[in-house]
């Protein structure tokens, strides 16, 4: 992966976007190109493709937004949005370039772009049992979660869990 190259996604990413999502989450989880494009539209350097010469090797969406109010799955987001947070909306990697260190690298230069963004907090929703993967990268479990966040995070399935960062800095 030595001629990896990272940069911002494109809607002529779009295809090989939706077929790592497809590999990587169950159909229940997978967002539409709509959905796609409406995070690029709102926050274009926050979403990240990973390219080398065999194609895709991995993805980033994220987006600024409403503290404590998770967009559901699927959703088309407005252009105007309230903007106090970095979420981290998507992180997939290619089966083939899992374990070395694309996944991290991918979120370090989400978090850069936030910060030049002026975001200084983040939160997601882990899923499908992640949570330990996001600890490891500086997300935790709020001490207290409202039942309302609580009720949304379970709309991203049965395991899917909120975390926040209030230091993007430190990841």
Not at 86 to 111: K, N, P, Q, T
Request: glycine residues 8%; negative net charge.
């Amino acid at each position: 992966m030595t001629d990896l190259v990272l940069r911002p996604m494109t809607p002529q990413d779009l295809g090989d976007v939706l077929a790592l999502q497809a590999k990587g989450y169950p159909a229940a989880l997978h967002d539409s190109a709509e959905a796609f494009l409406s995070r690029m539209a709102l926050a274009p350097t926050l979403n990240l493709v990973a390219h080398d010469g065999g194609g895709l090797r991995g993805y980033l969406v994220s987006h600024p937004w409403a503290a404590g109010s998770p967009p559901p799955v699927d959703s088309v987001l407005p252009t105007a949005a309230p903007q106090d947070c970095w979420y981290v909306h998507d992180l997939s990697v290619a089966e083939a370039a899992r374990g070395l260190g694309l996944a991290r690298r991918l979120l370090i230069a989400g978090r850069d772009a936030a910060q030049a963004l002026g975001l200084t907090r983040s939160e997601l929703i882990a899923v499908e049992g992640a949570a330990p993967f996001w600890r490891r990268q500086g997300w935790s479990l709020p001490a207290i979660i409202a039942p309302e966040l609580a009720a949304k995070a379970a709309g991203y399935g049965s395991s899917a869990v909120f975390m926040a960062c209030e230091d993007i800095a430190a990841l």
